[in-house]
């Protein structure tokens, strides 16, 4: 079965820029999580879709970012305009979900440089 | 205080050693508890969930301590492919479900 698809893997981009990341989970998943990873900070929960719905997204750090989930199989997380600061590694997670939050399967991530 | 917290390590430990992590939690609702496990460059992937009453992978055994608000990992006989960062990885449920990981206790195991 193939696990959680990221795209792309890698992204350099200059400042301003507006940046797409994309994540198909796994099917059957009903939970999709989008995480960002630095050496600074560890790894952060931005948002998390349950059956397509946000329900918690205050770990997206301020209104350049969003994320959308038009249906149960694709996700993105836009960056617009993008900052050096940004630059992390972008993880997608998905989980079956039913009660507590349960075991997450996680993407290979998008390594994004911002110059 | 962070919600999770681990020592950052890193841990150098001969192979064959035993090993073990701890992980305090400050929010006392916390009901699900898992160890991932990250290799440099890659994603997390769990390695076990943490149970009540302690669990045992192998190598691997966690055990939970509620009272004290931690939980622990130890890993006998340690390989070189041991060689990792650990996760503690805490959900609570109060009002809003909310997943913290803690940022890692990196392991490296010396031939």
């Known amino acids: 079965d193939a696990g959680v698809i990221q795209s792309p893997r890698h992204e350099v981009t200059e400042m301003g820029q507006e940046v797409t990341l994309r994540c198909k989970p796994i099917?059957?998943?009903?939970?999709l999580f989008w995480y960002r990873q630095t050496m600074m900070r560890g790894l952060e929960l931005l948002i998390y879709?349950?059956?397509?719905?946000?329900?918690?997204d205050s770990g997206m750090p301020e209104d350049r970012f969003s994320a959308k989930m038009p249906n149960a199989s694709f996700s993105t997380l836009k960056i617009q305009p993008s900052e050096p600061r940004d630059s992390a590694v972008y993880f997608c997670a998905s989980s079956f979900t039913s009660g507590n939050l349960d075991t997450q399967y996680f993407g290979p991530g998008t390594r994004l440089t911002v110059l | 205080r962070k919600e999770v917290e681990q020592d950052p390590g890193p841990f150098n430990v001969p192979e064959g050693a035993t090993v073990a992590f701890n992980c305090t939690y400050s929010?006392?609702?916390?009901?699900?508890f898992f160890w991932y496990r990250q290799d440099c460059r890659k994603e997390p992937k769990l390695l076990m969930s943490v149970y009540s009453s302690g669990n045992e992978d192998g190598r691997f055994t966690a055990q939970l301590n509620r009272a004290s608000q931690y939980i622990s990992l130890l890993i006998r006989d340690s390989k070189l492919s041991d060689s990792a960062t650990y996760l503690c990885v805490v959900n609570r449920r109060n009002r809003d479900d909310k997943i913290i990981f803690g940022k890692g206790t990196r392991l490296h195991i010396l031939p």
């Open positions: 879709f349950n059956n397509n719905v946000p329900i918690d």
């Open positions: 099917s059957g998943h009903n939970s």
């Open positions: 929010n006392s609702a916390s009901q699900s």
